[in-house]
């Protein structure tokens, strides 16, 4: 049987050294990356061709953290509100959504991954009260309509916020605690059962979107929970992500739950492990860092919404420098307002900047690219994406050359990771064959999906209106409570983690 063949021919390529080529011919084959030869020298009349004279190609973007139920989100989260009290609206925000919608969220998320140059992403998508097969069987359809890889996990608790954050119950109001108490979270045993379900009625092929599982937040997971979902990732050789010490509140309240930090309480668990990354990993102290980088852990890092959400910095140089693998993501169209991954890891770079006045500790272009390539790739478990190189798959990105973004060219890399912002993405290509041509997206229609997005946020406002007005009481206490907390000295640790 003949393989398809593809040879883009003329096209600049950013290898895995860093450096661009000169015009260049690549062939692929089965999707996969055969040879990157000067242009000219591959003469194959079996193939079809694509003009890549004035393009330079880069290898797709790797999101490794965002949540597609967000993309049904935009513009829903207030302005000036911390992690937490976004979290005590979660429900309601995203409540009513029908199988359709949550089809539909993700649909959003991987248009506007893909239109901005990213090709895999990790996405812990929520339902209530349960996850389900079906539910995440369509938001895994919505990556594969798309043409994108993605790795789902059902994001899941068996604490709501009211129960995981120690002290917090009690500080609620009478009426307040009663209406807490009534919305108590699932138990373990059922939540385990539905991911069960989810993994073993998986129907995707995992080279395109495989499961995983999103423990949502070590403070919201019972230790039976939490070492439920470890021992479902190994039966079913899944990742496993959760989010990590995204707010200094939750730093802090670890060491008041489980006398120990949220690093040392998982390893006691026994979940830290090459399948295990935390997302955000921001109020990490040096012990913990070395713990994660001990274990195979990964990080990763997403500035866009930590900047947003007032959480704080990842101190994304130690945890390079300690040997952890390092991921960039987005996270949530809700709280990061959009899937950017040339920004986020443009402001992984100059983030590491605003606290080190030593330059030789900020995080320099190429490894910031790399983070969110090669990094993120490592961490969604896919070994053959992320460098464009000989026996990779074909993920590819085609960037203009004659967009001013580049005019002049001097420093390809350095252009790319500092002043792209996906406006000169001319086609992206995913495990050989074409999703985005000349800017426009194949592979779906984006005007009917905007037409049903746009009537999807008219019915799911007015149904959660009422639970979103519900909420609101919770708001200001959730903050103060948690406020008192940031603010509390981190004596714990008697060391302050330096940002950095
Ligand atoms: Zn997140």
Redesign the pocket.
């Known amino acids: 049987m003949p393989m398809s063949a593809t040879l883009i021919t003329e096209a600049r390529v950013l290898r895995a050294d860093g450096k661009a080529t000169d015009a260049s011919d690549v062939l692929i084959e089965d999707g996969s990356i055969r040879a990157i030869e000067p242009a000219g020298s591959i003469t194959r009349e079996d193939v079809s061709r694509i003009d890549g004279a004035d393009k330079l190609l880069v290898p797709g973007l790797v999101n490794g953290?965002?949540?597609g139920h967000g993309g049904l989100g935009k513009g829903l989260v207030e302005d000036r509100v911390p992690l937490e009290v976004f979290l005590s609206a979660t429900g309601a925000i995203n409540g009513s959504r029908t199988l359709a919608d949550k089809h539909l969220s993700t649909l959003l998320t991987a248009i506007e991954l893909v239109r901005k140059g990213c090709t895999a992403a990790y996405d812990?998508a929520v339902e209530y009260p349960l996850p389900t097969l079906e539910g995440m069987s369509a938001m895994a359809d919505a990556y594969a309509e798309v043409g994108m890889r993605a790795v789902l996990a059902p994001m899941m608790a068996d604490h709501t916020l009211y129960d995981a954050l120690p002290g917090l119950m009690e500080a609620l109001p009478p009426d307040l605690r009663a209406r807490a108490v009534a919305a108590r979270a699932q138990p373990a045993e059922a939540i385990l059962a539905a991911a069960r379900d989810i993994l073993a009625g998986w129907r995707h092929d995992r080279e395109g979107v495989r499961p995983a599982l999103g423990p949502t937040i070590p403070l919201h997971c019972s230790r039976e929970f939490m070492t439920g979902c470890a021992r479902l990732a190994e039966e079913f050789d899944v990742g496993l992500q959760t989010?990590l010490a995204e707010s200094k509140a939750q730093a802090v309240l670890g060491h008041t739950k489980f006398g120990k930090s949220l690093v040392a309480h998982l390893d006691d668990l026994g979940v830290l492990g090459p399948r295990f990354s935390g997302?955000?990993g921001i109020w990490l102290d040096d012990e913990e860092i070395a713990r994660l980088a001990d274990r195979g852990a990964g990080i990763v890092h997403?500035p866009m919404?930590n900047l947003r959400l007032g959480s704080g910095v990842a101190p994304a140089r130690k945890l390079l420098a300690a040997g952890v693998r390092l991921g960039v993501g987005t996270?949530?169209s809700n709280t990061s307002d959009g899937q950017n991954m040339f920004e986020a890891l443009r402001l992984a770079a100059f983030l590491s900047r605003v606290a080190d006045a030593d330059a030789s500790h900020w995080i320099s272009a190429e490894e910031a690219f790399r983070a969110a390539t090669l990094g993120s790739a490592r961490i969604l478990g896919f070994d053959k994406i992320g460098l464009l190189e000989p026996g990779y798959r074909a993920d590819i990105v085609f960037l203009r050359l004659d967009h001013i973004n580049y005019v002049p060219l001097r420093n390809p890399l350095l252009q790319v990771a500092f002043a792209e912002n996906g406006a000169a993405i001319d086609t992206v290509m995913i495990d050989g064959p074409l999703v985005l041509a000349d800017g426009r997206l194949l592979t779906v229609d984006e005007a009917e999906v905007r037409r049903k997005a746009e009537a999807a946020r008219d019915r799911l406002d007015a149904a959660n209106l009422s639970a979103i007005e519900a909420a609101r009481p919770f708001r200001d206490l959730v903050g103060h409570f948690c406020l008192a907390h940031a603010r509390t000295p981190y004596h714990v640790h008697r060391r302050l983690p330096d940002r950095g």
């Open positions: 953290h965002t949540h812990l989010h997302a955000h997403n919404s996270d949530a």
